[in-house]
Nanobody, 124 residues
Framework: VQLVESGGGLVQAGGSLRLSCTVS????????QGWYRQAPGKQRELVAA????????NYADSVKGRFTISRDNAKNTINLEMNSLKPEDTAVYYC??????????????????WGQGTQVTVSS
């Protein structure tokens, strides 16, 4: 599985950016895709995620109401629309995909895949 991100860059506070991630390869059994971010000196954190089946979404509290995750199944892409950006949104953003295989109630195996990361910088 390969994930290639695009978008990102420098924007002023209050502005907007759009990130895209194209997924290729053996995408069968990918059940969740999303975006994480990592700011300098901080741990990587979940920003938003979307399930492959029903399209359920999940957002970090810090981005709810400002960011929107979506997917385009025909293009095998997931997008992150970021509005009302704040300086604290500055980070490297990583696309993520999880493949899950369930062998039994007690044997669930996950494989995680990551993009190379794209820098988002929000100036005050």
């Amino acid at each position: 599985v390969q994930l290639v991100e695009s978008g990102g860059g420098l924007v002023q506070a209050g502005g907007s950016l759009r990130l895209s991630c194209t997924v290729s390869g053996d995408t069968f059994t990918i059940d969740v895709q999303g975006w994480y971010r990592q700011a300098p000196g901080k741990q990587r954190e979940l920003v938003a995620a979307i399930t492959s089946g029903s399209g359920l979404t999940n957002y970090a509290d810090s981005v709810k109401g400002r960011f929107t995750i979506s997917r385009d199944n025909a293009k095998n892409t997931i997008n992150l629309e970021m509005n009302s950006l704040k300086p604290e949104d500055t980070a490297v953003y990583y696309c993520h995909a999880r493949k899950r295989r369930i062998y039994s109630d007690y044997d669930v195996r996950d494989a995680n895949y990551w993009g190379q990361g794209t820098q988002v910088t929000v100036s005050s």
